[in-house]
């Protein structure tokens, strides 16, 4: 594409559901923002353009495209930086191979993905495929720490409007089952680097005979880096996956394993496969040589297992006789059969583990009935978290979302803080022997004795990001005067190098009594008591509790992460809006083709276009851009006060006609204004023509819904087709284009 730093704003192109709705939205953006001669560029970070900017030497000249992602990446560290970034797929192996396979069907002649590749030009291709799969787009844009929180006024509408949540009672079965040790928790080491132990450090693994692999070479290590290695035990996780699925079963709940096979994309998946192998323990036992010829992978679920043994009948009574003896599943689709292990991808723990907790600790069997469920999170770091909200809820009741005050983020994740379980510093120990790194003066930092098959880890966290972190914290709490929890935990060995930073800002800034330092467990009872008496707490964490935390609290509060308000104030000045989480972007998607209904959302595209606005009004000192941020809130406040977001069900306002009535009232905003006169006599005809115009628009867009729609692709769709099905209404198209 064009470059980018040219337009004032960049909205991003990415995929499924928040990718549709910007057929319909992007039109309606470029209409209004042209008053105010501001230009909206679109980078291509879409898992498609991913792996097509990837492979040119694979494609003709005009298939090819330019690496929109790599230069998004240097634009963030620009002051002038002002980017809305929707929610991306962050692609598992068997989304990744998905997306190969469309893009090959429509005419792109890329490479397979070698599962297990063989010789230098396959393992050339893994990598760069390996480079895309997981959470490859956010650590490049992050270029700043989070601030996450409800917009007042979506916070006042879930208050006066509550959304629907399950009873929870004391009796209730569903519970949190992780290891009780050897896991990421128990066996972590960490340490801040010093000026005499910086420079490019060496993973290393040193098998039994003393022969000394490099695992990772050339990886940096700054001065003040806090530097963490753990590993968890293959064995200990066996041990412990099967003493839950019985524990299940005698407990008469359901199995669910809840893991984040995405954003940690090496340990996840590995964990995922054990998983499974764990459920099908009999069968590995007997037909393992069978399943290794059939290219049976456990990593990528039972799904794709259950599609390369399907030939054989023999493994697959021996499937079915085993399912027999388990407990029930936890169901991502009981009318399909999709079941809590099929795809990794598919269970997501923070958006799976919310929605149980929304639901009263409930979850859906195998024939679509509700009941209690054994939530199976193996390493401990996190999972207390949802284990204290499971026990606060058991003891207090369902939150009270009318009274209800709200938890604010303030989340570490700058400079790809806290990658933890993420390439290229994970690994599957490949023998027994010790993992360590050596640091580039020679000194050890830090060293485990694996097991073949222990997952290894490290990670870290930069100097510059913690103190901005920091800084971000404390001004949050000055804005807003709210209870600050930094969720730290003491006992745990990355928590407590991170503490060495906070302790002494926080006494700096004469500050220190306006904030807690509390482990996970304890900070979660604490925010859960605070937002129950209706007042505020603001959660200060790493970037992993971030990603959990802002779907949690939402999700609770608001019946959605997808309505938050996500800025990413950049370090070097610039502005990232973030527009919320696409977890059920695919199901979202399904219902589109199926029945030309699109329920997303756009409330979080709604925010973040407002708060755009008025940056680029602050950093441009364009007045005009500050009017339209401003008539942006009053169009959401409009498209909330008046319940014009979007329905579920085929024949109710879909994201189409909630794009309609915020053009509607993002007009009559405008043309009611005072501050900019020529502006309002600008908009005043189009916000006539717009309500002139809604009979027909509306009666355009519900005639549109029922019959199935053709987008020409899934991963990446035609924009044809994509504009046909997503603007179907020529009188508004007539009004905006």
Same mark, same amino acid.
């Given at each position: 594409m064009a470059d980018l730093s040219k337009p004032d704003i960049l909205y991003t192109i990415v995929d499924e559901a928040p990718e549709l709705a910007s057929a319909s939205f992007l039109p309606i953006i470029r209409k209004f923002v042209s008053a105010a001669g501001i230009t909206v560029g679109t980078p291509d970070i879409s898992l498609a353009g991913r792996i097509i900017s990837t492979f040119p030497e694979y494609l003709t000249e005009e298939q090819r495209q330019s690496d929109d992602l790599a230069a998004l990446g240097e634009l963030v560290k620009t002051p002038g930086a002002n980017v809305i970034k929707l929610p991306n797929i962050s692609a598992s192996v068997p989304q990744l191979v998905a997306a190969i396979e469309?893009?090959?069907?429509?005419?792109?002649?890329?490479?397979?993905?070698?599962?297990?590749?063989?010789?230098?030009?396959?393992?050339?291709?893994?990598?760069?495929?390996?480079?895309?799969?997981?959470?490859?787009?956010?650590?490049?844009?992050?270029?700043?720490?989070?601030? =996450? =929180?409800?917009?007042?006024?979506?916070?006042?509408?879930?208050?006066?409007?509550?959304?629907?949540?399950?009873?929870?009672?004391?009796? #209730?079965?569903?519970?949190?089952?992780?290891?009780?040790?050897?896991?990421?928790?128990?066996?972590?080491?960490?340490?801040?680097?010093?000026?005499?132990?910086?420079?490019?450090?060496?993973?290393?693994f040193v098998a039994k005979d003393g022969t000394v692999t490099v695992l990772k070479d050339g990886w940096p290590l700054e001065e003040g880096t806090v530097a963490d290695a753990t590993f968890m035990s293959a064995k200990a996780l066996g041990a412990f996956l099967a003493e839950a699925i019985e524990d299940t079963k005698a407990d008469g709940?359901?199995? #669910?394993?809840?893991?984040?096979?995405?954003?940690?994309?090496?340990?996840?998946?590995?964990?995922?496969?054990?998983?499974?192998?764990?459920w099908l323990a009999p069968v590995f036992e007997q037909f393992g040589a069978e399943m290794d010829a059939l290219g049976v992978n456990p990593n990528s679920g039972m799904g794709d297992l259950l599609d390369r043994v399907s030939g054989n009948a023999e493994i697959m009574a021996a499937i079915e006789a085993v399912t027999a003896e388990r407990p029930s599943m936890y169901m991502v689709d009981s009318d399909k059969g999709i079941t809590n292990l099929?795809?990794?991808?598919?269970?997501?723990?923070?958006?799976?583990?919310?929605?149980?907790? =929304?639901?009263g600790g409930k979850g859906w069997d195998e024939t679509g009935a509700k009941g209690d469920t054994n939530c199976v999170i193996p390493d401990r770091c996190y999972a207390t978290v949802y284990d204290e909200t499971i026990n606060f809820f058991k003891a207090n009741g369902a939150l009270d979302v009318t009274t209800a005050g709200a938890v604010a983020n303030v989340g570490l994740m700058a400079q790809k803080a806290e990658e933890y379980g993420s390439h290229p510093t994970t690994f599957e120990a490949p023998a027994d022997g010790t993992i360590r790194v050596v640091l580039a003066n020679g000194e050890t930092l830090h060293s485990h004795d694996?097991?073949?098959?222990?997952?290894?880890?490290?990670?870290?966290?930069?100097?510059?990001?913690?103190?901005?972190?920091?800084?971000?914290? !404390?001004? $949050?709490?000055?804005?807003?005067?709210?209870?600050?929890?930094?969720?730290?935990?003491?006992? $745990?060995?990355?928590?407590?190098? !991170?503490?060495?930073?906070?302790r002494p800002a926080l006494e700096a800034a004469g500050k220190a009594d306006l904030f807690q330092i509390m482990a996970p467990r304890e900070a979660t009872a604490q925010s859960l008591a605070t937002i129950t008496s209706g007042k505020d707490s603001i959660a200060?964490?790493?970037?992993?509790? $971030?990603?959990? !935390?802002?779907?949690?609290?939402?999700?609770?509060?608001l019946g959605t992460s997808a309505k938050m308000l996500s800025i990413v104030k950049l370090m070097n000045g610039g502005g990232l809006f973030e527009t919320g989480a696409g977890g059920s972007a695919p199901k979202h998607v399904q219902q589109l083709v199926e029945q030309n209904h699109l329920r997303w959302d756009s409330m979080g595209e709604f925010c973040a276009l407002g708060e755009s606005l008025n940056f680029l009004a602050d950093v441009k000192g364009n007045a005009r851009a500050g009017v339209l941020g401003r008539a942006a809130e009053d169009a959401t406040q409009g498209i909330l006060d008046h319940n014009k977001s979007p329905?579920?069900?085929?024949?109710?306002?879909?994201? $189409?006609?909630?794009?309609?009535?915020f053009a509607r009232y993002w007009a009559d905003a405008l043309a009611a204004q005072s501050d900019d006169a020529d502006l309002a006599a600008e908009?005043?005809?189009?916000?006539?023509?717009?309500?002139?115009?809604?009979?027909?628009?509306?009666?355009?867009?519900?005639?549109a819904q029922g019959p199935a729609a053709e987008i020409g692709g899934y991963y990446r769709p035609s924009v044809e087709l994509k504009a046909k099905v997503m603007r179907p209404s020529?009188? !508004?198209?007539?009004?905006?284009?």
């Open positions: 469309e893009l090959q069907a429509q005419g792109y002649a890329l490479p397979d993905y070698p599962e297990e590749p063989s010789g230098d030009e396959e393992k050339a291709v893994r990598a760069k495929y390996d480079g895309i799969k997981g959470s490859a787009v956010n650590p490049v844009l992050r270029e700043g720490n989070s601030d =996450r =929180r409800s917009a007042r006024a979506v916070k006042n509408y879930a208050q006066n409007n509550p959304h629907s949540m399950g009873a929870w009672t004391g009796d #209730s079965k569903t519970k949190v089952s992780s290891m009780p040790g050897n896991d990421f928790y128990a066996n972590e080491v960490s340490a801040t680097i010093t000026a005499a132990q910086a420079g490019d450090a060496k993973i290393e709940t359901m199995f #669910s394993l809840h893991m984040k096979a995405t954003m940690m994309k090496v340990s996840d998946p590995i964990i995922f496969g054990h998983a499974v192998k764990a099929h795809v990794p991808s598919d269970v997501i723990i923070d958006a799976s583990m919310p929605a149980v907790i =929304r639901a694996v097991e073949a098959g222990d997952i290894w880890r490290a990670c870290t966290v930069k100097k510059a990001p913690i103190e901005n972190w920091i800084e971000l914290a !404390l001004d $949050r709490q000055r804005l807003t005067g709210s209870e600050a929890i930094f969720w730290l935990d003491a006992n $745990r060995a990355h928590d407590a190098e !991170l503490i060495k930073y906070v200060i964490t790493g970037n992993v509790l $971030r990603d959990y !935390l802002t779907d949690l609290f939402p999700i609770l509060e329905e579920r069900k085929v024949g109710q306002p879909d994201n $189409r006609d909630s794009h309609y009535w908009f005043a005809p189009l916000a006539k023509a717009l309500a002139d115009g809604e009979e027909a628009i509306l009666a355009e867009l519900a005639a020529a009188t !508004l198209n007539a009004i905006v284009d």
